[in-house]
């Protein structure tokens, strides 16, 4: 079993900041590449930013100088600091990992709950 559990949440001001947390826990062997991912109501879901195990980054074009994302990797915890927050960011934040599991052959994607991120003008 695997979990990602995310936090950190909230309601904000345009130009404020927030910083989500999501650790995962459970029958992991090894973490590759964890990230993040949004959805806003009546739109798909799309991708913010992701880090690899080697610690590159890759972020959306939208989010790039404003949000970091990050990851320590004796927590299996992956962070996402945002910045100068707009109300186009406003969105549902999704945590997902792909790892391999003790229980499961091969490498998957898990996701967690979904945090509720909102930028009010």
């Known amino acids: 079993q695997v979990q990602l559990v995310e936090s950190g949440g909230g309601l904000v001001q345009a130009g404020g900041s927030l910083r989500l947390s999501c650790a995962a826990s459970g029958t992991i062997l090894s973490i590759n590449n964890m990230g993040w991912f949004r959805q806003a109501p009546g739109k798909q879901r799309e991708l913010v930013a992701v880090?690899?195990?080697?610690?590159?980054?890759n972020y959306a074009d939208s989010v790039k100088g404003r949000f970091t994302i990050s990851r320590d990797n004796a927590k299996n915890t992956v962070y996402l600091q945002m910045n100068s927050l707009r109300p186009e960011d406003t969105a549902v934040y999704y945590c997902?990992?792909?790892?391999?599991?003790?229980?499961?052959?091969?490498?998957?994607?898990?996701w967690g709950q979904g945090t509720q991120v909102t930028v009010s003008s």
């Open positions: 997902n990992a792909k790892l391999r599991s003790y229980r499961i052959p091969g490498s998957h994607d898990y």
């Open positions: 880090i690899t195990s080697g610690d590159i980054t």
